[in-house]
């Protein structure tokens, strides 16, 4: 779909239809109140007649208002203005977007990005108004013999800015939005086909073809003999009962500085889970095709920031295997030699994601990361503990969790962060190997699954997002979400901009020196960005020197914490 920026009154616009907001109980926002002008109270008298109250999400589709050059009037509700958040802002969006894609309204221009929503700006709006939108609109009918066509389907949407000062930050939204839901679909995409399409092999062709449509992609797959010789072996022990040869897929994108160390994701890429030789239950089993979202969710989001040509060195990693049970499959008890030299008893072969990760993350070690994010389906336990709207986060830096919450809740992609205390090492004990790849019980099985992996990243900063109850719907509306390519996006568009900050920041020169010693009073431009710089990095600094001291005080309140 095609999406536009602008700024206009709304009486003018000549378009199948003009949407606008309604307050509870039966308010008329800032634009409906101008088009109510216009058309002498046409609006206002619908509304006392009781036709819509405004409550979140109902809608009243008018045609041929009064003073208005459009075909259609669409009157959205918001619920009350004071109470206008988040969540009821996309879902007065998605109803919007719904009825104007079913009532063959081909093109509309949208107001209500100029709603006040709570603690968001502009961009904010515009950003999720048109990642709702994509949202709203997505299906997976590729298999499907028949598809269902809309006859009049909405093809074009103009999202309206209160003034022109704000068109070129609503732009950049706009640009940074359609970047993300294009990553987003890949990662629906691909999650969403079914094991007997998507395969290892198949996830490392559409890698190769990622990187056909990018310059700056490269693409390298180790197949199975290249694993055996370089000893991948908790990779090859998941994959030793399936016919489907693992890969080791490896993406890099060199768009930053030279001498930048690199940014590496890391997704799970388990393309079907039976379980192994622990077999999993029956029931429901059709979901675990969605085990490979993690997978799917850096290759989302390396296309969008490639697509945004963010100013980045990023390396993907992505271990891609089946596991499933057979005469060849690796068996519980069974004690492997990882790429680390570090070794592990496989206690139940369906802890299978944090395997393959192992070796990945050994294997990012050469790149000599900046940082190392991990993202997979690891545990039923996250979703336990957090259900369906959070990810769970845990890493051993700081900073970079500190940097994944806030890009979470400025993408509306949130995470939790979860402990990772030595405490719960004591879990992975094994009296025959270095370690268990599960614990005795289910006790903190989230974080067992972390502090697993936790021992393979030792030698760089590490985060992990275990996207189990996040990366997929069930019941009715199955499917994939495309999360959490929206946070890692914004996280990387957050880098990308401290990066061009730093980058951009001044050297002092004899000039700037002589200037300064003639006036103390003035302060040259270039000094002043000098410090506008320097205050940025400083208080991104207290902020992470604040989060250590609360995590000291913490220490001293929980004996023991980590």
């Not at 940082?371 to 890493?395: E, P």
Request: charged share 25%; proline share 4%; with cysteine.
């Amino acid at each position: 779909m095609e999406f536009n920026i602008k700024s206009g009154h709304p009486e003018k616009q000549r378009t199948a239809c003009v949407v606008v907001g309604v307050y509870e109980p039966r308010r008329l926002s800032e634009v409906a109140r101008q088009i109510d002008e216009i058309g002498q109270g046409y609006l206002s008298t619908i509304l006392r007649r009781g036709d819509i109250e405004g409550k979140v999400g109902q809608t009243l589709l008018l045609h041929n208002v009064p003073g208005t050059l459009a075909d259609r009037v669409l009157l959205v509700g918001c619920g009350r203005e004071r109470d206008l958040g988040d969540s009821q802002y996309r879902k007065v969006i998605s109803q919007a977007i719904r009825t104007l894609h079913d009532t063959g309204s081909m093109e509309a221009v949208c107001y209500l990005t100029e709603v006040n929503v709570r603690g968001r700006d502009t961009a904010w709006r515009i950003r999720q108004a048109i990642e709702t939108a994509q949202a709203t609109l997505y299906s997976f009918d590729q298999l499907k013999s028949k598809k269902d066509i809309a006859r009049r389907p909405l093809r074009k949407i103009v999202f309206s800015v209160a003034s022109r000062r704000e068109l070129p930050m609503a732009e950049q939204a706009s640009r940074e939005a359609q970047a993300i839901t294009t990553g987003i679909k890949l990662a629906k995409d691909l999650a969403n086909l079914p094991g007997n399409i998507c395969t290892p092999s198949y996830l490392a062709d559409q890698a190769k073809a990622l990187c056909n449509l990018h310059e700056k992609l490269t693409c390298k797959v180790l197949n199975e003999s290249h694993l055996e010789k370089q000893g991948f072996n908790t990779i090859l022990a998941v994959a030793k009962g399936s016919e489907q040869p693992p890969r080791l897929i490896t993406l890099e994108y060199r768009a930053g500085r030279k001498h930048d160390n690199p940014i590496v994701l890391i997704g799970k890429g388990v393309t079907f889970d039976a379980g192994g030789i622990s077999i999993k239950a029956a029931k429901d089993m059709d979901e675990m095709k969605f085990d490979m979202a993690g997978a799917a969710a850096v290759l989302g989001t390396l296309s969008a920031a490639v697509e945004l040509q963010l100013p980045l060195n990023i390396v993907v990693i992505i271990p891609a295997v089946e596991n499933l049970p057979s005469g060849k499959a690796t068996k519980p008890g069974d004690i492997i030699i990882s790429l680390s030299g570090q070794t592990v008893e496989i206690l139940n072969t369906d802890a299978e994601g944090r395997l393959i990760l192992a070796d990945a993350l050994t294997y990012a070690e050469r790149y000599k990361p900046d940082v190392v994010i991990d993202v997979a389906t690891l545990t039923g336990a996250c979703q336990i503990a957090l259900g369906k709207h959070a990810h769970g986060l845990m890493s051993n830096h700081n900073p970079l969790t500190n940097d994944l919450l806030n890009a979470g809740r400025q993408s509306g992609d949130r995470a939790w962060e979860l402990p990772l205390w030595d405490d719960y090492q004591e879990q992975l004990d094994s009296r025959f190997a270095d370690m268990a790849n599960v614990g005795p019980d289910r006790d903190a099985g989230a974080i067992q699954g972390a502090c697993f992996l936790s021992r393979f990243a030792k030698k760089f900063h590490w985060a992990h997002l275990d996207i189990a109850a996040t990366a997929y719907l069930t019941g009715k509306e199955k499917g994939a979400t495309g999360r959490p390519v929206p946070l890692l996006t914004q996280y990387l568009i957050d880098r990308s901009r401290d990066q061009t900050v730093m980058a951009t920041a001044p050297a002092s020169s004899p000039t700037a020196t002589s200037m300064e010693a003639s006036s103390s009073f003035e302060t040259s431009d270039d000094e002043r960005q000098e410090e506008e710089v320097e205050e940025r990095i400083e208080e991104r600094e207290e902020d992470r020197e604040e989060e250590r001291e609360r995590e000291e005080e913490n220490e001293s309140s929980y004996p023991g914490q980590r």
